[in-house]
């Protein structure tokens, strides 16, 4: 095993790094202005130093100027790491930081919804911690990889998260809604989950759909089986209906329909 040029990145050795992951679309960062201000709040939990020519749209240009390059401009993601450049142990030695942006292609423009079945299941070796650190993108996300190959070696599309109380927090790859008689509940943020800017569109959109109510309560693991539809919703998914929790099988009606808005917004967006 040879040395590697990380050795001596923070990002790498103590998880001293936020990221945003971007979904590009026909030469357009969507969602840019949520993504940036969630980085530039993140960075300043974190005590980060931001700097003064890091602006919107400084921030859209260098992701785009990568995706060129690519030549995946058209239909993309892309991840932007933020890092406190080297030196120092747990106390940085500076807050100025550095970053890095790797772009690749996706299949889909616009978002869509795969006719297959989709199963989870309770993460339960660990949990997130009902904190504001929780909320925030950050490269720790060890409870996230252990769960991940917990579902992998399960057979499991995905698992959900609980906090130190019990409550669901979010999926292993996105936040988590709940459908049960015409209301449409998501854990607040002080729960724990993350600040994620799909569950932000998500909110918005179904508050405008007649007879839906919409409310962000903590959720108990033994609601979800009580529900009519579950699903979880992240940047470059969109929504990906739920169809199978532990032995409840759920409709995907609602999901596919807020799907339908999601892309008639980019698109008039």
């Given at each position: 095993?040879?040395?590697?040029?990380?050795?001596?990145?923070?990002?790498?050795?103590?998880?001293?790094?936020?990221?945003?992951?971007?979904?590009?679309?026909?030469?357009?960062?969507?969602?840019?202005?949520?993504?940036?201000?969630?980085?530039?709040?993140?960075?300043?939990?974190?005590?980060?130093?931001?700097?003064?020519?890091?602006?919107?749209?400084?921030?859209?240009?260098?992701?785009?100027?990568?995706?060129?390059?690519?030549?995946?401009?058209?239909?993309?993601?892309?991840?932007?790491?933020?890092?406190?450049?080297?030196?120092?142990l747990y106390l940085p030695k500076t807050n100025e930081v550095?970053?890095?942006?790797?772009?690749?292609?996706?299949?889909?423009?616009?978002?869509?919804?795969?006719?297959?079945?989709?199963?989870?299941?309770?993460?339960?070796?660990?949990?997130?911690?009902?904190?504001?650190?929780?909320?925030?993108?950050?490269?720790?996300?060890?409870?996230?990889?252990?769960?991940?190959?917990?579902?992998?070696?399960?057979?499991?599309?995905?698992?959900?998260?609980?906090?130190?109380?019990?409550?669901?927090?979010?999926?292993?790859?996105?936040?988590?809604?709940?459908?049960?008689?015409?209301?449409?509940?998501?854990?607040p943020i002080n729960e724990g989950c993350l600040n994620g800017?799909?569950?932000?569109?998500?909110?918005?959109?179904?508050?405008?759909?007649?007879?839906?109510?919409?409310?962000?309560?903590?959720?108990?693991?033994?609601?979800?089986?009580?529900?009519?539809?579950?699903?979880?919703?992240?940047?470059?998914?969109?929504?990906?209906?739920?169809?199978?929790?532990?032995?409840?099988?759920?409709?995907?009606?609602?999901?596919?329909?807020?799907?339908?808005?999601?892309?008639?917004?980019?698109?008039?967006?």
């Amino acid at each position: 095993m040879q040395p590697h040029s990380l050795h001596t990145n923070r990002g790498f050795l103590f998880g001293d790094a936020v990221f945003e992951t971007v979904k590009i679309l026909d030469s357009k960062v969507l969602f840019a202005e949520d993504h940036y201000f969630r980085l530039m709040a993140s960075m300043r939990i974190l005590r980060m130093e931001i700097p003064m020519d890091f602006t919107l749209e400084f921030f859209e240009n260098i992701i785009l100027s990568d995706a060129k390059k690519e030549q995946v401009e058209n239909s993309s993601r892309a991840r932007l790491t933020v890092f406190r450049k080297d030196g120092g142990l747990y106390l940085p030695k500076t807050n100025e930081v550095d970053y890095i942006i790797s772009v690749s292609g996706v299949e889909n423009p616009l978002y869509t919804i795969e006719n297959k079945t989709y199963e989870v299941d309770i993460y339960k070796d660990f949990h997130v911690s009902k904190q504001l650190l929780s909320t925030l993108k950050t490269t720790n996300k060890i409870c996230h990889i252990t769960g991940s190959i917990f579902a992998n070696e399960n057979g499991l599309d995905s698992c959900i998260l609980l906090n130190e109380e019990r409550n669901v927090t979010e999926f292993l790859n996105g936040n988590i809604f709940m459908l049960k008689e015409g209301v449409l509940s998501t854990p607040p943020i002080n729960e724990g989950c993350l600040n994620g800017i799909m569950r932000k569109q998500v909110l918005a959109i179904a508050k405008t759909i007649k007879n839906i109510e919409v409310k962000e309560e903590p959720v108990s693991p033994f609601d979800l089986q009580k529900a009519d539809e579950l699903f979880l919703t992240n940047v470059i998914k969109g929504i990906q209906p739920i169809t199978k929790y532990r032995k409840k099988e759920f409709e995907t009606v609602f999901s596919s329909n807020l799907l339908q808005k999601l892309n008639t917004k980019i698109r008039l967006g």
